[in-house]
Structure formats: structure tokens, C-alpha cells
């Protein structure tokens, strides 16, 4: 890490999003790179995702002594440093060989918690193996096979992951043109199998042995209903939360049936185009909920000033997605923890510059439209 003046940051090292995209193009093939950096559609919610952002202007305070700000953040009674998650990313072995071992690992370093998805190139019990007891948490895509939906829960537990992150936003594929344009499927490729061939109940529920084949009969699940949420919850003791809520009915719903939580996101714009920016759907779903249960953000979250937006509209914390994905494509786990180290030393620095020293009182940080 260099200094300057107050600020540390990560040398030799792109310092903004752009710089990072334009690095991270450099070392991707057209397929692997188109498949993370587009939109669905014509990507009308992409660039909302981001922009939006610009709608909110930070009204900071003054003579507050920020000189330690507190960024500590207590979710389902377990305390975090930051309140900053890493998003659940499928397939990372398409950016780096290393892939969610590596991301894991560099998320283990700043005790940041990691969400590992369903459609992972290492399994729930490698990247336990990887990380020891750093906070982990499992996002769920529910399978056709319910069983094998409930035994992957099972497993996650058991490895000692702290909550359950079931998606609910791709009952089926967004129509992604890059990806269609390449005709690229890292699915098809085979970069997201780990923890369905570590499965002995999805194993035994393949008719033809071919995994491939078996995940893409099973991953896609329109029917997909509040019964199931409720068939889910009685399988397990960790709190499950909803990922890919953006309608306050649906946030009130969740609180309502006993969900433990929301992360509020439109999956980085890569689902239905043209939905609402995933921070301008994020106050009316804070103020639906109420402080009931814990609110996360993801879809558009590039840099500190981001965090801050968002932690003053009602998130309990942010996750960072494609970000870290461009560091693991440029430079493995010391990419992802020089991702890390920038977008943390951003955040506090914006807190401080705002007047909040301690998250506990960030909602009261005013924000202008
Ligand atoms: C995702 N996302 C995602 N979400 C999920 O629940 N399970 C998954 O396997 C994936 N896979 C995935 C792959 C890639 C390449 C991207 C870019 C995204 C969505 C992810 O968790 C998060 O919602 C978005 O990344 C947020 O948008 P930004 O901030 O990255 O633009």
C-alpha cells in the first residue's frame, strides 16, 4: 500500500471502475468478458444502475471528530468490520484459475464476508477448507430437484456458513445480447459445476450422468413461489434472506412470512431491462421495512461515496459485485484485496468527510434529490 497524505491506497493498481473494466477487458477473452460486463436488453438499467447514484447528493456535517470512524456493522449477531459484503458471483474460475478461492481468500484478509454462489467453479467444502472460520455466507438457486436445493443448504451449514441468500430475480436467463451474440454459455462450458458434482443427491438424481445437462434442466424455476420460501425455511436454522427484492410489497411480504433479511438488487441490470435503478427502489423498501429485518444493496456500487449513498438510504450493507470480479481477472486474490483495500479505505474516508463517525448514525446524514 502507497500513502498520500491521509490516504492509503493500492500502488500500480487501477485506481477508478473505468480503469479497472479496461484492465480487467485486457486479460478476458471476448466471451468471459462480455459475460460480465453486459446488460441485459439494451442495458437501459445497467446505466441507470450507476447514474442513479448522481440523484443523490450528500449534504455532509461538520465539526464532528471523525477521526475513528466506526464501520462496524452487527447482522444476525455477528459483528463485521465493514459493512461491506462480497456478491454472490457464479463461475470464477472464467476470470482467474484460482477463482473463488482466491476471491474468498482476499475477502478472508479484511474479514469481509464472502457469498459464495450456487453455480461456483470450487465447492461449498473447498472454499471452507480455503478460508477456515472467515465470515461466509451461501446464496441458493433453487433446483428442480428440490432435494437437491435442501442438501446444498445442508452442506453450506454444515461447512459453517452464516446465512442462506436465496435468489429470486432469474427464474429464468435475462436476455443478454453480448452473451447471445457470442453464443457463450459458461454454464454450458462447465465453469459452474462444483458444488452439483461434490452432490451425491443431485449425482443420483441425473438420469444420463451428463452434469452439465442435469444443471441446466434444474437451475431455472418459474413456478418458483412464497411455498417454496416457506418449505426452505423449515429446513434450516440459518437466516435466509431474499435476493433480487425491488417492489416495497415484496420487502413487506418477506418481513411478514419471517424472512431474516433482503438484499435489494436488480442483479446488476442483467435480468428484466429496463427496471427501476437498484438505489432508487432502495428507501421505499427501507421505509417499508421499518428496521424489521436487516436491508442489503447491491447492482451499481463502484466506489465509496456508493457505500455511503446507500448506507443513508436504509442499507445495512452493500455488496460488491462486478468490481472485485475486474481484480480477480487482473490479478487473483492480491487483485481482489487491492479491490478491496481501495473501495474500504473510500468508504471510510467519505464517511469521514460526511461528519458520520459511526454507522449507527448514518441515516440521519441528510441526502438531497
Ligand atoms: C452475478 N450475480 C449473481 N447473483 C447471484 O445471486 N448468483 C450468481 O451466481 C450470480 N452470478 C453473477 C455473475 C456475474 C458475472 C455478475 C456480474 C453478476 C449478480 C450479483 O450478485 C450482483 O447482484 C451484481 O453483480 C450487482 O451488480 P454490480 O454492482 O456488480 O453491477
Not at 456493522?73 to 484460482?98: D, S
Not at 437498484?278 to 421505499?284: K, V
Not at 455511503?308 to 487483485?335: E, H, M, N, S, W
Request: charged content about 20%; some cysteine.
Amino acid at each position: 500500500m502507497a500513502k498520500v497524505e491521509n490516504i492509503s491506497f493500492a500502488e500500480n493498481f487501477p485506481i477508478s471502475y473505468i480503469e479497472l473494466e479496461k484492465e480487467a477487458e485486457k486479460k478476458m477473452g471476448a466471451g468471459g468478458f462480455g459475460y460480465v460486463q453486459s446488460g441485459a436488453g439494451g442495458e437501459e438499467t445497467l446505466r441507470k444502475n450507476t447514474e442513479s447514484f448522481a440523484k443523490y447528493s450528500i449534504v455532509p456535517r461538520m465539526l464532528r471528530n471523525v477521526s475513528v470512524p466506526d464501520t462496524s456493522v452487527t447482522l444476525f449477531g455477528k459483528t463485521y468490520p465493514y459493512p461491506i459484503f462480497l456478491a454472490p458471483i457464479g463461475m470464477q474460475r472464467l476470470e482467474h484459475e484460482e477463482g473463488e478461492i482466491a476471491s474468498s481468500r482476499a475477502a478472508a484478509v479484511y474479514h469481509v464476508p464472502f457469498i459464495q454462489s450456487t453455480v461456483s467453479s470450487y465447492s461449498i467444502e473447498e472454499i471452507a477448507a480455503a478460508t477456515g472460520s472467515s465470515p461466509k455466507w451461501f446464496q441458493l438457486y433453487w433446483s428442480n430437484h428440490e432435494e437437491t436445493a435442501f442438501n446444498m443448504m445442508r452442506r453450506a451449514e454444515e461447512a459453517g456458513y452464516e446465512a442462506i441468500v436465496l435468489t429470486v430475480d432469474t427464474v429464468m436467463m435475462g436476455w443478454r445480447e453480448a452473451d447471445l451474440r457470442n453464443n457463450f454459455s459458461p454454464l454450458k462450458l462447465g465453469y459452474g459445476k462444483a458444488n452439483y458434482e461434490s452432490d451425491p443427491v443431485f449425482m443420483s438424481s441425473l438420469k444420463d450422468g451428463d452434469v452439465v445437462r442435469g444443471i441446466l434442466d434444474n437451475i431455472h424455476h418459474p413456478t418458483l413461489s412464497w411455498e417454496h420460501v416457506a418449505r426452505l425455511k423449515e429446513k434450516t436454522n440459518l437466516p435466509i434472506l431474499l435476493k433480487g427484492i425491488l417492489h416495497p410489497e415484496d420487502a413487506k411480504l418477506a418481513v411478514e412470512k419471517g424472512i431474516d433479511g433482503i438484499i435489494v438488487s436488480n442483479h446488476g441490470g442483467r435480468q428484466l431491462d429496463g427496471v427501476t435503478a437498484a438505489i432508487d427502489a432502495l428507501g421505499p423498501i427501507a421505509k417499508a421495512v421499518n428496521g424489521l429485518i436487516p436491508v442489503l444493496f447491491d447492482s451499481g456500487i463502484r466506489r465509496g461515496s456508493d457505500a455511503v449513498k446507500a448506507l443513508a438510504l436504509g442499507a445495512d450493507a452493500v455488496c460488491l459485485g462486478r468490481p472485485f470480479v475486474y481484480g480477480l481477472a487482473i490479478g487473483g486474490q492480491t487483485g481482489v484485496e487491492k479491490v478491496l483495500a481501495n473501495f474500504i479505505e473510500e468508504t471510510k474516508v467519505s464517511l469521514s468527510l460526511a461528519g458520520v463517525s459511526s454507522l449507527k448514525e448514518i441515516t440521519s446524514l441528510q441526502l438531497i434529490r
